[in-house]
């Protein structure tokens, strides 16, 4: 009788810790099941980010035709080298203006001023072709360890509006690996091996090069193949870059040039004119005006999220361009230009752009009487500063 009560005692034991080992298993798999679901979900989430990187935000154009790069070179066509192209035209013949915005997709002030002017111009006299997104690559992704946001927004009067915060250089997906060392085409000019996706190093391009050299081909065929009168490239610059609030000119252009920053320094909007280094082969005014004979400038805004000195990067810092960091070097001597306690918001720069740009326009008039550009509904610069960009987005 002990002998079988010691039994079923021992059955028993063995089957609680049995069922105790099989509950413990099931938890197991369970977490495991769940640390999966979060997983799978949370790589959907990103998955999800990164492919809309590469949908293009919307524009809303004033009536204008439109075009694409690879209209010019078909190589780029299904690419994100590829990008949208709008064409201004006059019902008056006169002079062709091209406009590129977006070189550098992490310098919002040039996306959004060429934005701005698809959706608000028209034009009298002439021709106005405007690429918002010049290196639509560049578009789809951020600069590494850097921390940026993936977009910013602007409030318009009909509510919130988004846009992209790229990078300075050619998505790597689109072209990779990089060299140790970039060697310019054809100039034979070495940079670091990173250049090689930047479009502003990249002219005159060529047929068979990279992917951001297929860009700057195609850029160099639209301005040949459309005779372009005058062109403009439009960028930001780190607030320690000593080339920064300046209109920088090839020698084609420096009269022009010249005459425009007298009439802005008089308008109390302060710029410096800089001469485009001879040397210094690749960028878009130099190689625009030796390789075509166009006249080529190149604007420079403030951008106060490039460069070192700023602290955390976050949508409405963008916006704002307020920075207690940079506020601080300011204060310290270690930036360029003037740094106010309100920061230097986008509102401020895509004015400066809109100024320097009509101010250009009416110098290449006055010095070029039978050949005019007229543009009307270009945002002024006092309407930006006191209204906001967003009352000029649709």
Same mark, same amino acid.
């Given at each position: 009788?002990?002998?079988?009560?010691?039994?079923?005692?021992?059955?028993?034991?063995?089957?609680?810790?049995?069922?105790?080992?099989?509950?413990?298993?099931?938890?197991?798999?369970?977490?495991?099941?769940?640390?999966?679901?979060?997983?799978?979900?949370?790589?959907?989430?990103?998955?999800?980010?990164?492919?809309?990187?590469?949908?293009?935000?919307?524009?809303?154009?004033?009536?204008?035709?439109?075009?694409?790069?690879?209209?010019?070179?078909?190589?780029?066509?299904?690419?994100?080298?590829?990008?949208?192209?709008?064409?201004?035209?006059?019902?008056?013949?006169?002079?062709?203006?091209?406009?590129?915005?977006?070189?550098?997709?992490?310098?919002?002030?040039?996306?959004?001023?060429?934005?701005?002017?698809?959706?608000?111009?028209?034009?009298?006299?002439?021709?106005?072709?405007?690429?918002?997104?010049?290196?639509?690559?560049?578009?789809?992704?951020?600069?590494?360890?850097?921390?940026?946001?993936?977009?910013?927004?602007?409030?318009?009067?009909?509510?919130?509006?988004?846009?992209?915060?790229?990078?300075?250089?050619?998505?790597?997906?689109?072209?990779?690996?990089?060299?140790?060392?970039?060697?310019?085409?054809?100039?034979?000019?070495?940079?670091?091996?990173?250049?090689?996706?930047?479009?502003?190093?990249?002219?005159?391009?060529?047929?068979?090069?990279?992917?951001?050299?297929?860009?700057?081909?195609?850029?160099?065929?639209?301005?040949?193949?459309?005779?372009?009168? $005058?062109?403009? *490239?439009?960028? !930001?610059?780190?607030?320690?870059?000593?080339?920064?609030? %300046?209109?920088?000119?090839?020698? #084609? &252009?420096?009269?022009?040039?010249?005459?425009?920053?007298?009439?802005?320094?008089?308008?109390?909007?302060?710029?410096?004119?800089?001469?485009?280094?001879?040397?210094?082969?690749?960028?878009?005014?130099?190689?625009?005006?030796?390789?075509?004979?166009?006249?080529?400038?190149?604007?420079?805004?403030?951008?106060?999220?490039?460069?070192?000195?700023?602290?955390?990067?976050?949508?409405?810092?963008?916006?704002?361009?307020?920075?207690?960091?940079?506020?601080?070097?300011?204060?310290?001597?270690? $930036?360029?230009? *003037?740094?106010? !306690?309100?920061?230097?918001?986008?509102?401020?720069?895509? %004015?400066?752009?809109?100024?320097? #740009? &009509?101010?250009?326009?009416?110098?290449?008039?006055?010095?070029?009487?039978?050949?005019?550009?007229?543009?009307?509904?270009?945002?002024?610069?006092?309407?930006?500063?006191?209204?906001?960009?967003?009352?000029?987005?649709?």
């Amino acid at each position: 009788m002990e002998n079988a009560i010691d039994s079923l005692n021992c059955f028993n034991s063995a089957n609680i810790k049995s069922v105790a080992d099989k509950m413990s298993i099931l938890k197991i798999h369970w977490a495991r099941f769940l640390i999966l679901i979060c997983a799978v979900s949370i790589s959907a989430y990103v998955g999800n980010q990164f492919l809309s990187m590469h949908i293009p935000d919307p524009i809303y154009p004033n009536e204008c035709k439109r075009a694409q790069l690879s209209d010019y070179f078909s190589d780029l066509a299904g690419t994100a080298g590829d990008t949208d192209i709008y064409l201004f035209e006059g019902d008056q013949e006169g002079a062709t203006a091209l406009i590129l915005g977006g070189t550098h997709a992490n310098e919002p002030a040039s996306h959004i001023t060429a934005v701005c002017l698809v959706e608000n111009i028209d034009v009298e006299i002439g021709r106005l072709i405007i690429l918002p997104r010049a290196n639509n690559s560049g578009f789809t992704h951020n600069d590494p360890q850097e921390g940026n946001p993936q977009r910013f927004k602007i409030e318009t009067p009909n509510g919130e509006r988004w846009f992209r915060y790229g990078s300075r250089y050619t998505n790597s997906i689109d072209q990779w690996p990089d060299p140790d060392v970039y060697e310019h085409y054809p100039s034979g000019q070495r940079l670091s091996g990173g250049e090689t996706r930047n479009l502003n190093r990249s002219y005159p391009g060529r047929p068979d090069g990279s992917m951001t050299e297929k860009i700057g081909y195609a850029i160099m065929q639209l301005l040949k193949q459309e005779r372009v009168d $005058i062109a403009f *490239d439009m960028h !930001e610059a780190s607030l320690e870059y000593p080339v920064i609030n %300046a209109v920088v000119v090839h020698e #084609l &252009a420096f009269d022009i040039g010249a005459e425009a920053v007298m009439y802005l320094q008089m308008e109390d909007i302060h710029f410096n004119l800089e001469p485009s280094p001879e040397s210094f082969r690749g960028l878009s005014h130099r190689e625009w005006g030796d390789g075509l004979g166009i006249p080529a400038l190149l604007m420079e805004s403030a951008n106060p999220l490039q460069g070192r000195y700023h602290g955390k990067v976050s949508p409405d810092i963008v916006v704002t361009g307020k920075d207690k960091y940079n506020l601080q070097a300011a204060k310290s001597g270690l $930036i360029e230009v *003037d740094y106010p !306690e309100d920061g230097i918001p986008l509102n401020l720069r895509v %004015a400066r752009h809109m100024a320097g #740009l &009509a101010t250009i326009l009416d110098a290449w008039n006055s010095n070029n009487p039978e050949n005019t550009i007229s543009v009307n509904n270009l945002p002024l610069y006092d309407e930006i500063n006191d209204r906001g960009i967003g009352a000029f987005l649709k």
